[in-house]
């Protein structure tokens, strides 16, 4: 983004279902479709790792020079993203899981 490293994708924000892998320390989003009799059939399967470039959309952005009411604004955050924003000046949340947006190697290059 260039304006700062602070962008968090909570996991509720991302293509669900999700699952944090630890010891690979990625996601893994499972694509499933539903056929025309109700049938559903899981499609694929990717993995999204912290240093992927994704597409996103902003959700919110948490800004204040007052460290104060930063805690205040983070406190009614879920607890991973108050940890992972903790102490930013800036902070900005997005979510993956709407069309067009998640890892940008899903399209290809328009060249």
């Not at 999700?18 to 056929?35: D, G, P, Q, R």
């Amino acid at each position: 983004m260039g304006f700062t490293a602070d962008v968090i994708i909570p996991c509720e924000m991302f293509q669900q279902p999700a699952e944090y892998v630890a010891h690979e320390k990625s996601w893994v989003c499972t694509f499933i479709n539903e056929l025309e009799d109700g049938t559903k059939v899981e499609n694929n399967s990717t993995e999204i790792r912290k240093d992927d470039e994704l597409l996103f959309r902003v959700q919110q952005i948490l800004y204040s020079e007052d460290e104060g009411k930063r805690n205040e604004v983070r406190d009614a955050l879920a607890s991973e993203v108050k940890e992972a924003t903790k102490g930013a000046p800036m902070c900005v949340i997005g979510k993956i899981n709407e069309a067009g947006l998640g890892p940008r190697f899903w399209w290809p290059d328009d060249q």
